[in-house]
């Protein structure tokens, strides 16, 4: 099998022009695909976008320049794959952006609805398929590294979803605040964590982001709260770091995240009710993934318009596989949150490829059919490089070159993640607390003898 699929990799290099072969199946299918997708002739989108001249960027709102280092943050440390072939053609020879047709959001008291179009600039496109693309990779890596016994116990992978984490981001500035639950490795990299530390933190080295010691269901950044274990509990985690921004007056808000498994929780209703009375500025965000755990949302829930939960708290419906539909939605939900209006819930309509978690075929609820159904209709790396394409926004040579300064960069992080050494015992107890004296910490026994270093 093994040497058949390398046989199989270097036959798809020679035809994609690449010269880094798959190393999995997963991987060997995700180059396949997205060799199909680039090499086949771009269907005409005459009916869905709107194209524009060559024309510099009309100037943003009063919060995009501050978002747009979010995504930026991430690519950056890319070198900027693309620039050899962008230096052999004359940017004058892209489009420098275009206007698209994007689906139309479910509103809940509401009088207004984000737009249905949306303007995408040539940086940010690259921006976007870079970030996307490279939660991907690092996620089938991790799923690579799962396999192979060097990461163990839960692991929630993203794929799928990426166009919920980057469309997000790109609607947001830094200062606000966001938390979510145990499938958080996507956003641990929007908010800034590189990819060797995602990974050394899932294979439990010193040089994770919370120094091994969290795993894959608790990594942490500046206004990034978590990666939480618990069913539905970071939501009302999130609504109190909303109080705290509008007791503090900044013009923050805070997204809170959570999945349609946890929709049913007690806690979320106290929640919504809380900051519906306060008026807090926090958007709760359902990524409606339509399975929780094993369970279909038709199973599991009587009412799955998710967005109608909050019934007092207005909200929306979004499609999660359009990053600008999310980017968009996003954008309206939080000038709706900073204008005093209290919380708003926003409903993800999104899909993962991978089981729950890793211990989870992820194919005894649902179809293999169904999956390559939604891969093939939806995905949402490849509806952007499609429009990108079709819109002469970018090159094909551009996004084989991005590809292969990704893999390089997961493949870098997966080395430091497997050859870093574990955490010492001594520092077991350690970064109890954020700033505090030395402190002795009560082991399981008499004789265990604990201190924790802030």
Known sequence: MKNMLTTI????????????????????LIDLSEYVNVASPATPTSALTRRQPPEPPPPAGPRAPAAAPLVRAQTDRLDG????????????????????????????????????????????GLQYYRVMQTVRRMELKADQ???????RGFC???????ACAVGIEAAINPTDHLITAYRAHGYAFTRGVAVKQILAELTGRKGGVAKGKGGSMHMYAPRFYGGNGIVGAQVPLGAGVALACKYRGNGQVCVALYGDGAANQGQLFEAFNMAALWKLPCVFVCENNKYGMGTSVERAAASGDYYRRGDYV???????????????????????????????IMEL????????????????YRTRDEVQEVRSRSDPITMLKERMLSNNMASVEEFKE?????????????????????????????????????????????WAKLTSVS
């Open 9 to 28: 990799s270097n036959a798809l290099c020679r035809i994609t022009g690449g010269n880094v072969g798959a190393q999995t199946v997963s991987e060997l």
């Open 156 to 162: 929630h992978l993203y794929d799928g979803q990426e």
């Open 81 to 124: 794959p693309g620039a050899g072939v962008v230096a052999s053609r004359s940017f004058a020879d892209f489009t420098s952006q275009a206007t698209f047709d994007i689906k139309k959001c479910d509103v809940h008291r509401l009088q207004e609805a984000p737009p249905v179009a949306a303007v995408l600039t040539r940086d940010q």
């Open 402 to 446: 991005v590809d292969v300064a990704i893999r390089k960069e997961v493949e870098e992080a997966a080395q430091f993640a497997t050859s870093d050494s574990e955490p010492p015992l001594d520092e077991l107890c350690n970064h109890i607390y954020s700033n505090a004296a030395t402190l002795e910490v009560r082991g399981t026994t008499a």
């Open 314 to 344: 207005p909200g929306i419906r979004v499609d999660g596989m359009d990053v600008l539909c999310v980017r968009e939605a996003t954008r309206f939900a939080a000038e709706h949150c900073r204008s005093g209006k209290g919380p708003i």
């Open 349 to 364: 309509q999104t899909y993962r490829y991978h089981g729950h978690s890793m211990s989870d075929p992820g194919v005894s």
């Open 145 to 151: 590294l799962y396999k192979q016994k060097i990461i």
